[in-house]
Nanobody
Framework: QAHLVESGGGLVQPGGSLRLSCAAS????????MAWYRQAAGKGRELVAI???????NYADSVKGRFTISGDNAKNAVFLQMISLKPEDTAVYYC??????????????WGQGTQVTVSS
């Protein structure tokens, strides 16, 4: 089974920056997509950004121009560079991946979540 480990959350002032990291490990054939979701208190989980194995990306409108998702296929890792952070970006951020098995099946895995708090 594959699993994800995240790092990089924390407390930052409005206008500040943070970089989240996530790496997949375990037993799997390959990764199809990796993504970052977030869930603010009292709200549902929302997609923040996604990247395919080919490098195509997509972003939520609320983060376009401020967040950048990137990946390292060799390390099975994904990163989220966040700049110009706003209080409304405060949430638990979850790493997500769709992985393929050697048996040509795919399944979705989630990281444990990392807290990002934007506050003065």
């Amino acid at each position: 089974q594959a699993h994800l480990v995240e790092s990089g959350g924390g407390l930052v002032q409005p206008g500040g920056s943070l970089r989240l990291s996530c790496a997949a490990s375990g037993y799997f054939h390959s990764i199809d997509t990796m993504a970052w979701y977030r869930q603010a208190a009292g709200k549902g989980r929302e997609l923040v950004a996604i990247i395919t194995s080919g490098g195509a990306t997509n972003y939520a409108d609320s983060v376009k121009g401020r967040f950048t998702i990137s990946g390292d296929n060799a390390k099975n890792a994904v990163f989220l560079q966040m700049i110009s952070l706003k209080p409304e970006d405060t949430a638990v951020y979850y790493c997500n991946a769709v992985v393929w098995t050697l048996g040509r099946e795919y399944y979705e895995i989630w990281g444990q979540g990392t807290q990002v708090t934007v506050s003065s």
